[in-house]
């Protein structure tokens, strides 16, 4: 095992590295062999500004696969924080598969929290290599934070991961399911594709609460009037949560024929979800009168 930890260069020779990087990345004379550069490089991620960091990530990402074994060696056993950061953030820029199972260790185990969102950040960009460890984290013994860094990343992957994510909506555990509503629901900025918005709209009878929810307030945020009948036949859900929720939605809608159905949910609540159905109401009154 290559050590990959040798001591913080100074200011003055980290930036005479990056240029000097930069200057062969530049006209192709980079040599992807020598271990002992891409270790310097590594080390030189302890430096405290910002640009200069971010500078060595983005040579890395130039450099691609043959830095990764060493940015995986820094990312799971560097003493420093601030460089396990950025060899996540370096490990994103070249999209190595093989660097999923090193990123959820990290994601899940290391001790600094800026390290686990980094990996987070990073399993977002692999794409569909990282879907399956990222589900079977969802449905896992590890802590909710860790859950919702799983969650995050599979919101953020877009398209290229679509069929993954509607295959897994029929996954038995309701944290997956959740899980993929608000990805699919990230998925309608960016296709033209009728089942992102069909998905949604059959979330809402979801046999769990909290994927109701989390349908309800996606249809919410995207505006989609053609749910409203559906949002208005959730005012009367059993869950307090997802009734909270339909309200909110219609609100954001705007559309005038949720008026009744929010008065007589107003009628119908107490406490604090009596205040957030009145205050969905007087929105939809405001915009109704505007």
Known sequence: MVDPQPSAPTAEATDRLLDAVNAQLTIGTFDTSDIALLGQMVASLADGRGMVRLGLVEAFGKIGLPAVPMLLEGLSHHPNPVVRRSCGKALAKTSDPQAVPVLIEALLHDEDTVVRSSAAGALAKMGEAAVPQ???LLTSEH?????GHAAWALAFMGAEVAEHLYTAYTHPAAAVRTAVVAAVANLTQETTDDRAVTLLESALTDSAPEVRAEAAAALGTLAHQPAVPLL???LTDPSPEVRKTAALAL?????PTSLGPLEAQLARESGELQRVVAMALAQLQKRAMA
């Open 134 to 136: 990222l589900i079977a």
């Open 143 to 147: 802590s909710e934070t860790a859950k």
């Open 232 to 234: 208005i036949e959730q």
């Open 251 to 255: 609100a954001k809608i705007g559309d």
